[in-house]
């Protein structure tokens, strides 16, 4: 007998039910619901890297199909060859373009300012990104800069807009991740923009000074010394590799352009650990020996942690991959500058991706510091904004090891109690201990979408 479509949907929903009142409908027993349901992990700029799936050994399959943003821009092939003449077996390239940029602005507003004094090229830094004639290139940028004219720099990571009041891009560049067979699939890599323009700043800087005789003031510590303050250990240190080679990559290319004030720019090197004590151990030491300009830290929460001691010091505190939200209105007494852009405009990119994929519920898992709960706090609240509501988003945060001789995270408990809540999105804000959040995860019997 031919049976409508609509017929054999109202015929199978009414088995359906009397299945589970009766056991009938063929069966000796009603079918028991299914248990599991698969979750898909997402992650962000402190994860999302090459280098994650190391931090899991011999688990690194469970980061397939783990999808993530970070601040990047599409970066010049021609970019990434000249990189690995400094670092040939370079495999991420997160933060090179910002910290390649942080060291550029840097020279060029020594340049602009006719001075090492940190104070003096603190005051052109802004400048140096907004109005002027422009220039993508740092050779020329210096050149102008020398004859005394105002410059707008467009370098490899600030292409749009120039910086705010604030010092920090105005606008920025996110790409969403796919990590494939345990790598990040350049071939699915999406690129999208955030931010506006007229948030630039407009105020002029001080007037450039033309460069005569061809150095520097000896008094203002001249020649032009940058200090290091990255994460060579730690957490963090996943994205070292890529922050030291933008470094010194725009270190060469000032020098081989003829320097700052005529003189050769000089690198110290400076581990943060990823660590507040490693890290104001680094500044102090920086401080002592004239350092008017110190480049980094890695981690927000670390620019945090050390930042007073900058500001006390009169020194300039300038971060390449800082993302905290928070840190736009921090009192810095217009010391603390960065090539990052704020997760304000991270946190609605990576609600986007989550969406796309069109979650019931999402549990959202961050480092419990200032970047971590800090981005939680954006995400949740562009979900919101889209129409997630409270009941469908959950956040959980976990205490990073103090160092690296502290035991491993330690996420068990927060797995099973996302099993239980039914999460098939989890967001994982963190460095590199996240890994202990996957692992802890798959060993709650969290079925993981690859």
């Known amino acids: 007998m031919l049976v409508s479509r609509g017929s054999r949907a109202a015929i199978s929903t009414a088995c359906a039910a009397l299945l589970l009142a009766t056991s009938a409908c063929g069966n000796d027993k009603p079918e028991e619901a299914p248990t599991t349901s698969q979750t898909r992990l997402y992650g962000t700029d402190g994860n999302m890297l090459n280098s994650f799936a190391a931090e899991l050994k011999d688990r690194a399959d469970l980061v397939n199909g783990m999808k993530g943003t970070t601040p990047l821009t599409r970066l010049p092939e021609n970019f990434k060859e000249r990189l690995r003449t400094v670092d040939p077996k370079l495999g991420d390239f997160l933060y090179s373009a910002e910290s390649y940029d942080a060291v550029a602005i840097s020279a060029l507003a020594a340049q602009l300012a006719g001075s090492t004094d940190p104070a003096a090229i603190a005051k052109q830094i802004v400048g140096v990104t907004t109005g002027g004639h422009r220039c993508d290139q740092v050779a020329s940028c210096l050149e102008l800069a020398r004859a005394g004219q105002d410059i707008e720099y467009r370098g490899v990571s600030l292409t749009r807009a120039g910086f705010t009041d604030a010092g920090e891009p105005a606008t920025a560049s996110y790409a969403t991740l796919h990590f494939d067979d345990k790598v990040i699939d350049d071939g699915k890599t999406e690129f999208v923009g955030a931010g506006d323009d007229s948030a630039a700043s407009t105020k002029a800087p001080p007037r450039p000074k033309k460069q005569r005789g061809g150095k520097a003031d000896k008094s203002d510590g001249s020649p032009l010394v940058l200090g290091g303050l990255l994460p060579k250990t730690g957490d963090l240190a996943i994205a070292n590799p890529a922050l030291e080679a933008g470094a010194a990559l725009a270190i060469r290319e000032i020098n081989a352009a003829g320097g700052v004030l005529g003189e050769p720019v000089v690198w110290i090197d400076g581990d943060d650990g990823t660590n507040p004590a490693v890290a104001k151990a680094t500044v102090a030491s920086h401080i002592a020996r004239g350092v008017p ?42 010391l603390y500058f ?19 994929d069109g979650p019931h519920k999402i549990a959202i898992v961050a480092r419990k510091d200032s970047y971590g709960e800090g981005l939680q706090e954006n995400v949740r609240a562009e979900l919101e904004r889209a129409g997630m509501g409270a009941d469908k988003v959950k956040l959980l945060t976990y205490e990073p090891p103090a160092d690296a001789k502290a035991p ?43």
Do not use: M, W
């Open 338 to 356: 960065r090539t990052a852009p704020p997760d304000s405009l991270q946190g609605r990119a990576l609600a986007d991706v989550i969406l796309r």
């Open 293 to 334: 300009v110190i480049i980094g830290a890695g981690a927000s929460g670390i620019s945090r942690a050390v930042l007073p001691d900058v500001v006390a010091a009169g020194r300039v505190l300038f971060s390449p991959s800082n993302t905290d939200a928070g840190l736009t209105t921090v009192d810095d007494k217009g």
């Open 408 to 450: 491993p995270v330690d996420f068990s408990a927060g797995a099973r109690e996302i099993k239980d809540y039914g999460a098939d999105a989890v967001l994982i804000i963190g460095f590199g201990e996240s890994a202990h959040v996957v692992t802890a995860l798959a060993d709650a019997g969290v079925q993981i979408r690859h």
